[in-house]
């Protein structure tokens, strides 16, 4: 049966799906861009402005929802989690353009770095952006199967960001725009995971009723 | 089509208004002080009076009263609270019978069980007889006017823990009494202009009654019977006269009923 | 299965609870075995679709049910260990401990506000001056009503609004001073305004009473209530408290019937 609130939910979905695609977009862009040393900071400026506005246009619509409808059970917790989850992309956006930004100020200086400090962005930025291919999938098909291999992945992008963190501490003395850029970059990083380990939250929440913690 | 109604509108009145109007002309006549008290004359003695008439039919009337009110409220409560039992149905069904019932038939029942028994006419005789006739009467309209009550009240009286027969007796009777009073108005009407079952339990007399028990008491209608078909002119007029003050009483009680349900549509328009 | 909601072990004692509770009009079976405790100076709302018994579950508790003539009653029903329906207790005596209110407001139409609000008592044959002033004020302070009408005592009880002839009826079965108040959607036939006085002061009630309201509105149940009962076709589907029945119910059914995808 077709309820008043449908049309208003299935509205509010294509908003938030909307926004998670523009957020991969956003981030691939960004990431693979500084790593590649290319310089997609113009698009990606765009596409977290966007983000900025949707995440706004996301919280009037829920809000107007729950005025409108007193959405009970699943129908609230959709509402209340989409609220949640267009911050978490709208912040996406915001890193994947912090990242851009790093990118466009340090540019060309790349090549100076050290081996290992690429390497490591490299296999972070992997695992990061696979995290958040993950909770945008999760969210659109509300499946909380994949959360212990995100808890686990999660994990490592932490253990990684401190050990990161150590050597180049241990590398002391030696300040360049290098190590500040590359610092600057794993911090948001990480920063992106604990996003994704938000919207796994929200979809466990929807899918069960359960708020658990995971972060 | 509002002309048709209006036509069976006027056709339906024509009637009682061409009766009150012959009763008036020829009763007013008669009709003094003396006429109310003294005793009847002869058959060509204007001085003589209907007194006894209407002492008797009151004293009777009365004597019918207490029987049938007390019975007839006590069916009609049974019929309207105890509405499922079988009991109620089956005798609810017998009631409904009676109160159409040829009261000459139930003279004639009277007269044998009282007057044949006792070997006089009497006024409890004649008071019992008509009581036959109001018991139905009173039955019906308190069956009538309780099951008007809303069970509502009767629930929301039995949820505060009061007991059945006091929230009969203190909610539903007392929410339901303009009706009550109602059908007991009728009912004296009704008794009032009876004359059959007066002719075989009562029969007819002269004086003031002094005992209820043994003679033969007068009534209005009964005189209204014997002088209007006596043939003389004298006595006739007194029939009319007689006839008048019977309207007038039945126009009373009838203005009665008319007034207290006045009354009580005005309360209900408040709520 | 009864689906409880995971916080069910910290329920407060029960006031009253039914034990395979089963009810009918004629031959029409309108509870089939309901199981459920009542807790103790907590709002309780029962609710669930047309015809799923709840007024009928809630008439059985104070023993007005069997008054329908063709209706019958099995099974048990506990008030502070004691079975109402033993054959040994008398239904008036139980029916003083356990007040209603109805669906449409009955104040009795021939008595004032006064005498509508003690006519449990003075029925009853209470007739000292003084505790029936006492209560009267008392019961109608409860029922948020006393300021509305303080000022006249005396007009007829029908002469008020129909929300303040609800809290009238509110007033009077609290006057009787019941363990229990059940409350049979009592406001369903007034406006928002009556409504919400009406909720204040049920809202009030739970210090002192245990409340029981039947409800087909789900926000109302939401607002007022402490814990949920949802029945569905004469059984209990699903108990536990609101906020859990209304952020994660337990059953499909109440998930369907509160979102509105019944039908």
Redesign the interface.
Known sequence: ?Q?L?DSGLEELTVMVYRMGGLAEKALSLSINGFIEGKDFSQDVHELSENLVNKSVEVEEKCFGLIAKY????????IINSYMKVAYDFERYGRYGWDISFIGTRFNGKNEKCDKWIFDYIRKLAAKVLEMVRVSIDSLRKLNPELVKTMTEQENSVDKAYFEFLDKLVAQAGVTNDCTISSLLVVRYLERIADHAMHIMEAVVYIA???KITLR | MTILILVAVVLAIVPLVFILGEVLVRGAGVINLGFFIHLPGGPNDKSGGIGPAIAGSFIMVGIAGLFSIPIGIGAGIFFAEWSSSKISTVSGFMNDVLTGFPTMVLGLFVFIIIVLSTHEFSAVAGGFALSLIMIPIIARTTTESLKLVPTTLREASMALGVPRWKTILRIVISTGKTGLLTGIVLAIARATGETAPLLLTAAASTHYITSIVNQPTASLTVLIYNYGTSGFPVWEAQAWGAALVLILVMLGLNLLVKLTIGRNLTEARME | MTKLSKRFIELPPAKVETINLRATYGKVQALKGINIKFPENQVTAVMGPSGCGKSTLIRCLNRIHELTPGAKVEGQVILDGLNIYDPKVDPVVIRKRIGMVFQKPNPFPTMSIYDNAVAGLKLNGLRDKKKLDELAEKSLRMAFLWDEVKGDLKKPGTALSGGQQQRLCIARALAVEPEIILMDEPCSALDPIATAKVEESIFQLKKEFTVIIVTHNLQQAARISDYTAFMYLGKLEEFGETTTVFEKPQSELTEKYITGKFG
Not at chain 1, 70 to 77: I, W
């Open positions: 049966m309820r609130l007193q959405p009970v059970a699943s129908d609230l917790r069960t009723g359960e």
